[in-house]
């Protein structure tokens, strides 16, 4: 089974950089690493491309138009767990680059003989923690039982709603490791409303780079479990998810009463004004603070573009339409309009199960 996945994945990667004539000669060489070792290691231009290729083959990223502009960070010699967080917190200062954000692929050692060698806990490399309390949560609910784990583990904080949350770094079946972040792989963008002065006084903010970290990179049927990913901010990832999303931050109806608007009745379609208040925010303080984001109506545009490249490059676009849709006016976009064969493709990106020790405390949260 890992020859043929690595088959298909060398003679797709070769032939699409050029390099045909040297496929049969690769494909004797993996022969022979898998008849000697069990698995085989990617080269450096095979795992760069395979990346690539990933980034592409995602059926729910709307922004694949810039998939061969990934930057991939080759981290296969990190041993310890202090090598993995310190990559980790490199991968956020290069991505970040001043606010020009750079797309960025750091990539961990892979599974071997079906041992994972390395795993991040954290969905993200930013993340805000969530606090319960007796009658409401503090900070992002999401992170709730994931907070919980860290303070069983020693890890202390201001218990504000906007406390970063520390790195948890696993290597085998070791015990994992907490790492504090510091200050320079840290970059937060405090809101304003380009209209109204009191939208500062709700005190909002947020992280400035996605770093995606719970998901496991397949190339050519090697895994990589630790492969965290980065790209820019769609706008309403934040400001019509994460701050807007009743079991997240919940905003709507805080803005909605700083508006005036009647919140008792939907027909007033307070939500409505209220998410669009939040998202002009959004865009308002990351362009202010020189930080690069795309609003919902560019990034659909944009895919557009992709799939225009990808016809013409000969290949089927592949698709998941929910996941495609901007959470906010979606009918104002082509993809409204688009059917998609939601086909997964590989190499590819996957979801991966929470680690053992979060899911029990899910499972006794009743989460």
Not at 288 to 317: K, L, P
Request: glycine share 6%; hydrophobic share 35%; charged share 30%.
């Amino acid at each position: 089974m890992l020859y043929a996945e690595a088959d298909s994945f060398i003679r797709d990667c070769y032939s699409e950089l050029g390099r045909e004539s040297e496929i049969e000669d690769r494909l004797d060489e993996i022969a022979d690493e898998i008849e000697r070792r069990g698995h085989y290691d990617h080269t450096s231009f095979e795992l760069k491309h395979g990346a690539k290729m990933a980034w592409r083959n995602n059926n729910r990223c709307i922004g694949r138009l810039f998939w061969q502009h990934l930057n991939v960070a080759d981290a296969r010699d990190c041993e310890t767990a202090r090598e993995v967080h310190e990559a980790c917190c490199a991968h956020l200062e290069r991505a970040r680059n001043s606010g020009d954000i750079k797309p960025l692929l750091t990539v961990f050692k892979p599974m071997i003989d079906g041992e994972r060698q390395v795993r991040l806990w954290n969905y993200e490399l930013l993340r805000y923690a969530g606090y319960r309390t007796e009658d409401s949560i503090i900070g992002d609910p999401d992170e709730v039982t994931f907070t919980e784990y860290c303070r069983t583990r020693g890890w202390e904080s201001e218990k504000s709603r906007f406390d970063i949350l520390p790195h948890v770094v696993q290597i085998r079946e070791e015990e994992p490791e907490l790492f504090e972040l510091p200050a320079s792989a840290i970059g937060e963008v405090s809101l304003y409303h380009p209209e109204y002065e009191w939208f500062e006084d709700l005190g909002l903010k947020w992280y400035d780079v996605p770093v995606v970290s719970n998901m496991r990179l397949e190339i050519g049927g090697i895994h990589y479990t630790a492969a965290p990913f980065s790209g820019w901010y769609v706008s309403t990832e934040i400001g019509a998810r994460n701050l807007a999303d009743e079991d997240r931050y919940d905003m709507l109806p805080v803005i909605a009463e700083k508006l005036g608007l009647d919140t008792e009745n939907d027909r007033s379609l307070w939500k409505d004004e209220a998410l669009v208040v939040l998202n002009r925010a959004v865009l308002h303080s990351f362009d202010r603070a020189g930080v690069q984001i795309v609003d919902h109506h560019t990034v659909t545009d944009q895919f557009e573009q992709f799939e225009q490249n990808e016809t013409e490059a000969g290949r089927d676009v592949t698709g998941d339409r929910s996941w495609l849709l901007p959470p906010m006016s979606s009918a104002t976009t082509h993809v409204f309009d688009t059917d998609y064969d939601n086909t997964v493709r590989k190499p590819n990106f996957f979801y991966q199960e929470a680690p053992a020790t979060l899911s029990e405390r899910r499972k006794s949260l009743g989460r």
